[in-house]
């Protein structure tokens, strides 16, 4: 196994097929791509599951916990750990989020043995949308689009704390017409970094420049992500590339994972 998955789950036990779940949408879903929301809920009761969206839900409070402000993440994710009660898998799709869910509720609640009992709880019941999918739900629905050429970018909390770059990995490899271009340095991190990219544009730029570039030098024609965060980050650098050279036809558009699957196996036109 590659030390990209170091840290990562990848021995944990998987539930039976569920017959409810919880979708933590993610704030940058919630606020910027809700279609990516809608689609895991289509991709989830396609399977015959009641999806249930707590609509006190924000964020999940990594911008604080990463920035060095525990005492805030910590008051964000109490309110969080309030909303799953029901002892169903909660489904995220982000393995940013999810790792945050995952990993890190429980360190912030040690403290507390009532509340770090129930963020171990919420902990074990976390699964990022693509791990869910190929582990708990043995996806497998036909390919119905036309043959095309995508990159797949994986965040660096999904690759290194989720593991779940091999289960977007398998998915895209499991659709008949498309063919995943492999670019150089693909665990690279694209420079988004949460609040990384605001607190140091210039080095954010940089390293997003790079990996638009390798992704555009595989012969890739879209990006696709399980991870909003990254995939804006990659498509607005591409974006404001076209700006600065005049063209006005996107050089790499992207497109959420959810998105995808469910464009490619329902026919549904882009």
């Given at each position: 196994?590659?030390?990209?998955?170091q840290g990562a789950?990848?021995?944990?036990?998987?539930?039976?097929?569920?017959q409810?779940?919880y979708l933590?949408?993610?704030?940058?879903?919630d606020?910027?791509?809700?279609?990516?929301?809608?689609?895991?809920?289509?991709l989830l009761?396609?399977e015959?599951?009641?999806v249930?969206?707590?609509e006190?839900?924000?964020?999940?409070?990594q911008?604080?916990?990463?920035?060095g402000?525990p005492?805030?993440?910590?008051a964000v994710?109490?309110?969080q750990?309030?909303?799953?009660?029901q002892?169903?898998?909660?489904v995220?799709p982000s393995?940013?989020?999810g790792?945050?869910?995952?990993?890190h509720?429980?360190?912030?609640f040690?403290?507390?043995p009532?509340?770090?009992?129930?963020?171990?709880?919420?902990?074990?019941?976390?699964y990022?949308?693509?791990?869910?999918?190929?582990?708990?739900?043995?996806?497998?629905h036909?390919?119905?689009?036309?043959?095309c050429?995508?990159?797949?970018?994986?965040?660096?909390?999904?690759?290194?704390?989720?593991?779940?770059?091999?289960?977007s990995?398998?998915l895209?490899?499991s659709?008949?017409?498309?063919t995943?271009?492999?670019q150089?340095?693909?665990?690279e991190?694209?420079?988004?970094?949460?609040?990384?990219?605001i607190?140091?544009p210039?080095i954010?730029?940089?390293i997003?420049?790079?990996?638009?570039?390798?992704i555009?030098d595989?012969?890739?024609?879209s990006?696709v992500?399980?991870d909003c965060?990254c995939?804006?980050?990659?498509?607005?650098?591409?974006?404001?590339?076209d700006?600065v050279?005049g063209?006005?036809?996107?050089?790499l558009?992207?497109?959420?994972?959810?998105s995808?699957?469910?464009r490619?196996t329902?026919g549904a036109?882009?």
């Open positions: 196994m590659s030390s990209d998955t789950d990848l021995a944990r036990p998987y539930p039976q097929r569920p409810d779940v933590f949408a993610t704030c940058l879903v606020q910027f791509a809700p279609e990516a929301g809608l689609d895991t809920v289509r009761e396609r015959g599951i009641t249930h969206f707590p006190a839900q924000t964020c999940c409070g911008p604080a916990y990463s920035s402000y005492e805030e993440a910590r994710a109490l309110q750990l309030r909303l799953f009660a002892p169903w898998p909660v995220v393995g940013s989020c790792g945050m869910l995952r990993h509720y429980p360190q912030l040690a403290h507390d009532v509340l770090h009992a129930q963020a171990k709880d919420l902990a074990g019941r976390v990022e949308l693509t791990e869910f999918l190929v582990h708990v739900l043995n996806f497998n036909q390919d119905q689009g036309e043959a050429t995508v990159a797949l970018h994986t965040s660096c909390h999904a690759r290194r704390q989720m593991g779940s770059h091999e289960t990995a398998a895209l490899d659709l008949g017409q498309v995943v271009a492999q150089a340095r693909i665990d991190c694209c420079g988004f970094g949460g609040t990384f990219a607190r140091y210039d954010s730029e940089a997003v420049s790079d990996k638009v570039a390798s555009k595989s012969g890739a024609k990006v992500s399980a965060g995939l804006f980050n990659i498509t607005g650098r591409a974006a404001k590339q700006e050279a063209r006005s036809t996107p050089s558009p992207g497109e959420h994972i959810a995808f699957l469910w490619r329902t036109a882009s």
